[in-house]
């Protein structure tokens, strides 16, 4: 099974920065994407950054140029940088890999618990 865990969550003010981390684990025999979403209370879960296996990234456009998202395939950690922190940002922020955790598996999406983010001054 594959399991993720997010960590550096927290409160900070607007204009300041905070990096989250997710540390991948258990059975995974291939990714192909990992990535980072939102949901802010009353609102749908929405994509915030995301990289491909092959370094692609795509980035809301909400957070471009404020958000950058790095991944490390031999480590199976996957971060996001996030510099000049809005109220809007404000969310739980959920690691997502999207692969296979055995070679006979389709391509699934794997979750991690969430982490709280709050801009508030």
């Known amino acids: 099974q594959v399991q993720l865990v997010e960590s550096g969550g927290g409160l900070v003010q607007p204009g300041e920065s905070l990096r989250l981390s997710c540390a991948a684990s258990?059975?995974?025999?291939?990714?192909?994407?990992v990535g980072w979403y939102r949901q802010a209370p009353g609102k749908q879960r929405e994509l915030v950054a995301a990289?491909?296996?092959?370094?692609?990234?795509n980035y809301a456009d909400s957070v471009k140029g404020r958000f950058t998202i790095s991944g490390d395939n031999a480590k199976k950690t996957v971060n996001l940088q996030m510099n000049s922190l809005k109220p809007e940002d404000t969310a739980v922020y959920y690691c997502?890999?999207?692969?296979?955790?055995?070679?006979?598996?389709?391509?699934?999406?794997?979750w991690g618990q969430g982490t709280q983010v709050t801009v508030s001054s």
């Open positions: 997502n890999l999207f692969g296979r955790a055995r070679s006979y598996d389709t391509l699934s999406d794997y």
């Open positions: 990289i491909t296996n092959s370094g692609v990234t």
């Open positions: 258990g059975s995974i025999f291939s990714i192909n994407a």
